[in-house]
């Protein structure tokens, strides 16, 4: 039993730093479905709420990993894995379906799904927590270190200026769900669904798309002006995207002169803005051939 103990021990503590590694390397992700799920109300307490989360997986799962204390951590874990599995239930209960963000968006995993592997966690802790045999320092070693683990997680993973970003309002898009498009490389087309030019566009766009694997993540704002729909507009153009509806004046911030227009961002930097020969400017940006 011992050493099944140490085994489960071991599975727990790759867990949570998995956990917290996943949200880590994308945690603009964590910060929207916190929002979204109404656990924060900002974009900003978001992103401090993330990163306080982050921190203390990575701090329990490598306190774990160190024969001390063992009981109180799987306490703190009980806490934790305990309160959201009952937010989760709530989740599930009102139809959720979508990311809940437990593993980033490495692994993409349904409330219902998450509850399950909490209350295996759950009991992996428990099981520990019945056989382990805990050792003891002075506590302001563990504590300290938690503390110091949080706090780190401000310094490693500084906190973004969304102010100026244009698409700050958006993380949510049909056939997706939940976006973080200030992370990582995306393009963002803004079309108007009667508008030849964007059909024109959007059929040159899909043309792209299946021709090249490794074209961009592409995302869509559509405008309706007359009664055109996006299963009309994607039937004619032959293409397929994420997408999200836009009410008139944000449309007319966000194009030129006329539309179309396609933003390239970078990790929420707008890094190019292409009012034409939409084609050329992405093979060329992206090394497409």
Known sequence: MKYLSKVLQLLLAITFIFSAYTKAVGPGFFEITLMDQGLATSR???GHMARFFIGLEFALGLLMLLPFYIKQLMQISFLMLGG???HLIYLWSTGDTENCGCFGEMISMTPEQSIIKNLVM????FVIYKTAQSRTISKTIPLGFTGATILSMWLFLPMPNHEDFPFETFTQF???????LSSGEKLIAIFNLDCEHCQEAATALGELQRQHENFPELYVLFYQEGSTTVEEFEHMTQSSAPYAFIEVNTFFDLIGDSPPRIYYLNNGVVVEIWDKEFSKSIVNTFGLE
């Open 44 to 46: 900003n307490f978001a």
């Open 174 to 180: 049909e056939s997706k769900g939940r976006v973080d």
């Open 84 to 86: 959201f599995t009952v």
């Open 122 to 125: 759950l009991a992996v802790a």
